[in-house]
């Protein structure tokens, strides 16, 4: 049987399959920070700053002027599922929510009826750089969701499931699973709205490391989920024979077995899979919903009320330097790590 569907390359941002929306990838090698966790007027120069996508010496500031990010902007109808692998992430909403996470953390937000929400990259150390790497991940939330109340839970390094899988040469390939099941390992709970939320959607969300020569099998699923393999560092695979280069995406089968033989250099993977939801889909920049008419009413109520205002003094909302990992959710409680 073909387990191998489509192959192509990475590209910017990553191509998804419903009920996915959007991945986008992040890397950048940024320096050290100023006194105020951002960078130097001098260290901008040439740069589109606003609307920086360039890698320039390595980094880019994406929406943010002195600190890379993305500042204020509104959601609705979808989540966000932010990984977070390396660096520093700065959260604050329009419900007065906030958060910082870090290496090995995740957070996932339900937009759902509207919220606005700043995500910003401090640079934290003054001496050494301040590399970030991040994966951004929209998963669509069906009609039945769309309109529910916005929050946000934080799935913490040390309590996500991990796995370290050992074939017979004792090569190893860790699984962080960050969303759905393999084998007899399952997820922290997603968001209660979520896709995700019934085992019968089948999402699966994880992130992969194999060594070198390791071999791994990614076990079936639904049949009649999508999946898609994101082969984004390390040099070849191997998967059910066929030889793949990096910074390709694999689409493969779902109900299937999936063989995956690494090279001779460590391989990392993100693997996107779930059940689609199977409705229209009708995007406006952060609005996704089922019909025109319904884009239409976001921009209204975004233009009439601003999905709560924004309660922080700057738009791009960064916490105090030596502040750990927390969340402070809209309800009072707060999550210090």
């Known amino acids: 049987m073909r387990k191998i569907l489509n192959i192509q390359p990475l590209g910017f941002p990553w191509k998804t399959q419903d009920p996915f929306l959007f991945c986008a990838y992040h890397r950048d090698e940024y320096p050290k920070g100023n006194a105020n966790m951002g960078l130097d007027p001098e260290q901008l120069q040439g740069r589109n700053i606003g609307q920086d996508f360039y890698l320039k010496e390595g980094w880019r500031m994406y929406h943010g002027t002195n600190m890379p990010g993305f500042p204020y902007h509104p959601h609705r109808g979808f989540e966000t599922?932010?990984?977070?692998?390396?660096?520093?992430?700065?959260?604050?909403?329009?419900?007065?929510?906030?958060?910082?996470?870090m290496a090995g953390d995740v957070q996932w937000m339900t937009a759902g009826k509207g919220i606005q929400h700043s995500e910003m990259f401090p640079l934290?150390?003054?001496?050494?750089?301040?590399?970030?790497?991040i994966f951004q991940i929209w998963l669509n939330l069906p009609k039945v969701s769309k309109m529910v109340d916005p929050h946000f839970k934080m799935l913490w390094n040390e309590d996500i499931p991990v796995?370290?899988?050992?074939?017979?040469?004792?090569?190893?390939?860790?699984?962080?699973?960050?969303?759905?099941?393999?084998?007899?390992?399952?997820?922290?709970?997603?968001?209660?709205?979520?896709?995700?939320?019934?085992?019968?959607?089948?999402?699966?969300?994880?992130?992969?490391?194999?060594?070198?020569?390791?071999?791994?099998?990614?076990?079936?699923?639904?049949?009649?989920?999508?999946?898609?393999?994101?082969?984004?560092?390390?040099?070849?695979?191997?998967?059910?024979?066929?030889?793949?280069?990096?910074?390709?995406?694999?689409?493969?089968?779902?109900?299937?077995?999936?063989?995956?033989?690494?090279?001779?250099?460590?391989?990392?993977?993100?693997?996107?899979?779930?059940?689609?939801?199977?409705?229209?889909?009708?995007?406006?920049?952060?609005?996704?919903?089922?019909?025109?008419?319904?884009?239409?009413?976001?921009?209204?109520?975004?233009?009439?009320?601003?999905?709560?205002g924004w309660p922080w003094k700057e738009t791009e909302v960064a916490h105090p330097r030596k502040k750990g990992r927390f969340a402070l959710h809209s309800n009072g409680k707060e999550e210090i790590k």
């Open 81 to 101: 599922i932010t990984i977070n692998k390396e660096g520093v992430v700065d959260h604050s909403d329009s419900l007065g929510a906030s958060g910082r996470f």
């Open 124 to 133: 934290i150390n003054e001496e050494i750089g301040n590399p970030l790497e």
């Open 163 to 308: 796995i370290n899988h050992k074939d017979d040469s004792n090569r190893i390939t860790t699984v962080q699973v960050i969303a759905g099941r393999v084998n007899n390992t399952s997820a922290l709970e997603s968001t209660p709205n979520s896709w995700a939320a019934s085992p019968k959607n089948a999402v699966g969300v994880y992130t992969i490391k194999m060594e070198p020569n390791a071999i791994w099998t990614l076990p079936k699923t639904n049949s009649e989920a999508s999946r898609s393999l994101f082969f984004y560092k390390g040099e070849t695979i191997e998967v059910e024979g066929q030889v793949i280069d990096s910074n390709h995406i694999i689409e493969a089968v779902a109900g299937e077995n999936i063989i995956i033989k690494n090279g001779d250099s460590e391989a990392y993977f993100l693997i996107l899979e779930g059940k689609p939801i199977g409705e229209p889909v009708v995007q406006h920049g952060p609005f996704v919903m089922n019909t025109q008419e319904e884009i239409r009413d976001a921009m209204r109520e975004y233009g009439k009320t601003q999905f709560g």
